[in-house]
């Protein structure tokens, strides 16, 4: 094997291991802020993301689509916001705004919400991504992160199964090189 594959090989591995580490690191920061702080929408950078639950926000959004949340430093009607009511995130339109307090409402519910606090504004949604909140559901599974970090892994040691075979193999070659030598 050449000196520079080898090099972009281990290149590749590092690049892996730099990938698995941000996965878990992710995993614990999120699971740190959701049950030791109680906050169900870590905004690191003052970016966040969010999974829309239910149909409440039709024909806008849709159960599944996943939300791209920034902070602002001002809200005003029509801005679609996440904020935290008690431990569940709502994602829903502004329809008023008299000083601190907000009231949001689902562009498919017929009622208002109850009045909140802009403090408990998460952020604004600024884009969306149809269809792929149902993929970030199950990754946040147990099963699903098992099932990346066993991703990872097989990535990461595959390369390492094939150099051990071929190194099997050549070392089964000259064995029997050697034995044909010694005319065994």
Known sequence: MSETKRK?????RILLLAVISLVIGIRLYNWNAQTLAGNAMPMPF?????????????PTLSVNDLVVVH?????????????????????????SVDGDEIVTKG?????????ISVSDIKGKAVFHIPFIGALIRFLKTPVGFILI????IVLFELPHMKE???????KEKIIEEIKRLKGE
């Open 149 to 152: 970090i066993a991703a990872m």
């Open 107 to 115: 562009d498919a519910n017929e009622v208002n919400d109850s009045p």
């Open 8 to 12: 972009l090989k281990t290149i590749g």
């Open 164 to 170: 051990r075979k071929k190194a099997y193999e050549d």
């Open 71 to 95: 902070e602002q430093s001002g809200y005003g009607v029509d801005d679609i916001v996440v904020y935290q009511d008690e431990s569940m995130l709502v994602i829903h339109k502004i329809v």
């Open 46 to 58: 003052g970016w966040g993301f969010s999974v829309v639950l239910s149909g409440s926000m039709e």
